[in-house]
């Protein structure tokens, strides 16, 4: 069936397009765009999205599907449902899965299970065999398999020597390494960011430095071996800067940090609350502010979602205790547009930030609105005002500290390959 998509307000920021448009999609692939009502073709499905922001579909960089080995957190089914209900066509998912995506066979099984699911998947390989962080994966078996990036995440790769030769061997393939920054020594058995606050609730505490300190070694890494690298969930003001430095050098450094981290300050733990538990931990009120400028001024360049589904038993116990991490798929297109209304970022700057700029790092043909691309769209209403209500979400997980929240601009259709 095709599909015209008439009045709607088009943001196309690869294409500098940012005017009222309309769409025709067939085949699964947009086949015209034009001023509204010059495309008239017989027998589509009208989609009127006057009033509407039409955008290229958002591509989540950085998601934890579960699927294979803890189905009872989220599925590639439930967490591809999450995504689409949240304006995502697209979503990385992370290889910490059970068994490890580090060979070709868990490769294809997500992929083969991708198939039928809501979203498109794109499975990232591990850096290390079961990331350990000791022997390096079949880069190339990962690659053919159809990994586009590698990264070890939920851990770091602590041993240099190792994440040297990862960068080394990923050059061969193009493929980009996505780094979780932490230095395992310092962050310890911490469980919130170190600081007043944890000593206030007597909780361990991870400080900032446990992730400078590797964003700083992993910049050096990139530098000397010219890899692509991607800095994940930047929540430090001091990686912030770091980043900036290196980007001002031409280090081949990108990052993205995530909702969670520009929404919220380490009093959100206050009452040993778990939905509030992350890593890394949410900051202090310096970082955040840090984080919005890195936004801003596009030294992170992507918002990604950490999506991180757990059960709620899991998270309903002791703070000590508990797992970190939080769902993300369907609050972070809200959340993200609260920057356009605090004035941090534009309209054009978000979209850059949620499907233009992870599509140019992953080097997916995506992100664009271009007649011959892929038919991923997302319309979203901005005006809508809504309640966060993870009773309702459509992740199998709750685990949210925004649950409650008032936002306002929601993803209204979601069009994956041409498919309503
Ligand atoms: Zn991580
Ligand atoms: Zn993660």
Redesign the pocket.
């Known amino acids: 069936m095709d599909i015209l998509i008439k009045k709607g307000h088009i943001i196309d920021p690869a294409n500098k397009v940012d005017e009222n448009l309309d769409i025709l999609i067939a085949d699964g692939k947009i086949v015209k765009i034009g001023k509204q009502g010059t495309i008239s073709p017989s027998g589509a499905e009208v989609v009127d999205a006057a009033g509407k922001l039409v955008v290229p579909g958002l591509i989540d960089m950085?998601a934890h599907l579960r699927e294979p080995g803890y189905e009872y957190k989220e599925t590639i089914a439930t967490g591809t449902a999450a995504a689409r209900a949240g304006g995502f066509t697209s979503v990385c998912c992370?290889p910490n899965t059970n068994p490890v995506n580090d060979n070709r066979a868990v490769t294809e099984f997500i992929l083969a299970q991708a198939g039928s699911a809501s979203a498109r998947v794109f499975p990232v390989g591990a850096i290390t065999k079961g990331s350990t962080g000791e022997e390096l994966a079949e880069m190339g078996e990962l690659f053919s398999a159809g990994c586009h990036a590698i990264?070890d995440?939920?851990?770091p790769v602590m041993n240099a020597s190792v994440m040297r030769r990862a960068m080394e061997y990923s050059k061969i393939f193009d493929m980009l390494v996505i780094s979780?920054c932490?230095d395992r020594a310092l962050s310890g058995k911490g469980v919130m960011n170190e600081g007043v606050v944890s000593t206030e609730l007597g909780l361990r505490g991870i400080p900032r430095s446990a992730e400078d300190v590797m964003t700083a070694r992993d910049i050096s890494l990139s530098e000397l071996t010219g890899c692509r690298l991607h800095i994940?969930?930047v929540s430090t003001a001091g990686s912030v800067r770091l980043i900036r430095d290196a980007k001002a050098r031409g280090v081949k450094v990108t990052a993205e940090t995530c909702p969670h981290y520009f929404s919220l300050t380490e009093e959100a733990v206050r009452g040993y609350n778990t939905m509030a538990k992350m890593?890394?931990p949410l900051r202090t009120a310096d970082d955040v502010a840090a984080i919005k400028q890195g936004l801003k001024d596009g030294t992170l360049d992507v918002v990604a979602t950490?999506h991180a589904p757990h059960a709620l038993d899991e998270k309903s116990g002791e703070f000590d205790y508990a797992p970190f991490g939080i769902v993300g798929l369907e609050t972070a297109l809200g959340l993200t547009l609260k920057l356009v209304d605090e004035g941090i970022l534009s309209l054009t700057e978000a979209i850059r930030r949620l499907s233009v700029n992870p599509a140019l790092i992953l080097k997916l043909n995506k992100g664009m609105l271009a007649v011959g691309a892929d038919a991923d769209v997302t319309i979203i209403d901005p005006k809508a005002e809504w309640i966060v209500d993870a009773a309702q979400f459509r992740s199998k997980a709750r685990n949210t500290p925004f649950d409650g929240w008032k936002l306002k601009g929601r993803a209204e259709l979601t069009i994956v390959g041409g498919k309503i």
């Open positions: 950085h992370m990264s995440d939920g851990k979780h932490e994940a969930h890593n890394p950490d």
